[in-house]
């Protein structure tokens, strides 16, 4: 298996632009989380899936920030108007149910300018 | 407010010294994941601890977790430049319910030849 995919790896953009972070889970997995990592903050939980339906969303920093699971197989996060207190790692996971182990993807570095 | 702490934040050792990565957390979890990160790398799975008195062995890696003293530790035996990286300890504060985890501050190790 590929693993989880993310994209872009990288992704420089202006204040006030809307970015677009793209991830697809490991076939079969049926949870979805999206996380966020700085210096300052650590690694913060976002927002989960489960079978495509968000489940938790309190860690969404605030209306700036949307995802959506359309289908098992792709998940985007959107930040409209994204601003420079942005900039982090953001990393998608997924999981074969409940009570196991997580599998993150490569990370999208995003730098809001 | 549930708190996930790491300590020490960063370790400094030489190679062939033994030394232990200590996670506390504030509530009751009998299930605890430890990820390692290498730099500018994503998370890489580790070990899960699955109930009180766990303890699980990975080559100079043994991790441990005691429910009532809310403690994990991951001890380092004989230490070598390739365990270089951060370390984080995660706590699945529903019990394996949802797999939803709360990480820790991460313990940032550097082992000098």
């Known amino acids: 298996d590929a693993g989880v995919i993310q994209s872009p790896r990288h992704e420089v953009t202006e204040m006030g632009q809307e970015v677009t972070l793209r991830c697809k889970p490991i076939s079969g997995h049926d949870y979805l989380f999206w996380y966020r990592q700085t210096m300052m903050r650590g690694l913060e939980l976002l927002i989960y899936f489960n079978n495509n339906v968000p489940i938790d969303d309190s860690g969404m920093p605030e209306d700036r920030f949307s995802a959506k699971m359309p289908n098992a197989s792709f998940s985007t996060l959107k930040i409209q108007p994204s601003e420079p207190r942005d900039s982090a790692v953001y990393f998608c996971?997924?999981?074969?149910?409940?009570?196991?182990?997580?599998?993150f993807g490569a990370g999208t570095r995003l730098s809001v300018l | 407010e549930l708190k996930v702490e790491q300590n020490p934040l960063f370790l400094s050792m030489q190679e062939g010294k033994n030394y232990t990565i200590y996670c506390n957390y504030s509530t009751t979890s009998d299930r605890l994941y430890w990820y390692r990160q290498d730099p500018g790398k994503s998370l890489e799975s580790l070990f899960v601890?699955?109930?009180?008195?766990a303890v699980k062995q990975e080559g100079r890696l043994m991790a441990s977790l005691d429910t009532k003293a809310r403690l994990s530790t991951l001890h380092i035996t004989a230490a070598v430049h390739d365990l270089s990286a951060t370390y984080f300890c995660a706590v699945d504060i529903y019990g394996g319910a949802t797999n939803k985890l709360i990480f820790g501050t991460g313990t940032l190790l550097a082992v000098q030849p």
């Open positions: 601890l699955l109930s009180n008195g």
């Open positions: 996971a997924s999981s074969f149910r409940a009570k196991n182990i997580q599998y």
